[in-house]
């Protein structure tokens, strides 16, 4: 069975840096590309990040662009976000997604002082 | 960074037939755009129903269905069941593997 754990939220101030991970079993870790999608409260889905297999290849939306950083570490079956510079319309539930079929079930993230 | 519209909300009756559509700011929605159609029920992670236009999931009821249909993505439901109250969004990829979330449509079966 896929399982997708996230771990790593929580409150932080307006500037602050969080480490997101998510840890996959269940599944060959290392032969799928896999997202970072977010929710702010109430609101919609918001793609994130994506990293391929290998990390070949790295894509960020335009509004987390140089700021945030996806990494992979196939030897631990795990996935990393990695948040800097972080802002109040930064808060929102944090899922991984494995090539956007299977989901995990989120940590919350709130950026506030 | 380009614009994905779905219907704010649509109503079905339980046993009918209701589609829902996903359309692009940079004009029409192609197979290029490798749709993919998810539901959320309040509280609850997404769930992947349907991807790459019109494949689904062994966990994907047979009621939906990809498709394009006039230039966007279509969802269709028929035999609209209770359960199915949910939100819907779609996502399309752009540039490679960037993808934009749909603005929702939230479906209520009464």
């Known amino acids: 069975e896929v399982q997708l754990v996230e771990s790593g939220g929580g409150l932080v101030k307006p500037g602050g840096s969080l480490r997101l991970s998510c840890a996959a079993s269940g599944f060959t870790f290392s032969s799928y590309s896999m997202n970072w999608v977010r929710q702010a409260p109430g609101k919609g889905l918001e793609w994130v990040s994506s990293?391929?297999?290998?990390?070949?290849?790295?894509y960020y939306a335009d509004s987390v662009k140089g700021r945030f950083t996806i990494s992979r570490d196939n030897a631990k079956n795990s996935l990393y976000l990695q948040m800097n510079s972080l802002r109040a319309e930064d808060t929102a539930v944090y899922y991984c997604a494995r090539s956007l079929s299977h989901w995990g079930q989120g940590t919350l993230v709130t950026v506030s002082s | 960074q380009a614009v994905v519209t779905q219907e704010p909300s649509l109503t079905v009756s339980p046993g009918g037939t209701v589609t829902l559509t996903c359309g692009s700011s940079t004009g029409a929605v192609t197979s290029g755009h490798y749709p993919y159609w998810f539901q959320q029920k309040p509280g609850q992670a997404p769930r992947t129903l349907i991807y790459?236009?019109?494949n689904k999931h062994s966990w994907t009821p047979a009621r939906f269905s990809g498709s394009l249909l006039g230039g966007k993505a279509a969802l269709t439901l028929s035999g609209a069941q209770p359960e199915d109250e949910a939100e819907y969004y779609c996502l399309l990829s752009y540039s490679g593997a960037r993808g934009v979330f749909g603005t929702g449509t939230k479906v209520t079966v009464l």
């Open positions: 990293i391929s297999s290998s990390s070949s290849y790295i």
């Open positions: 790459d236009t019109s």
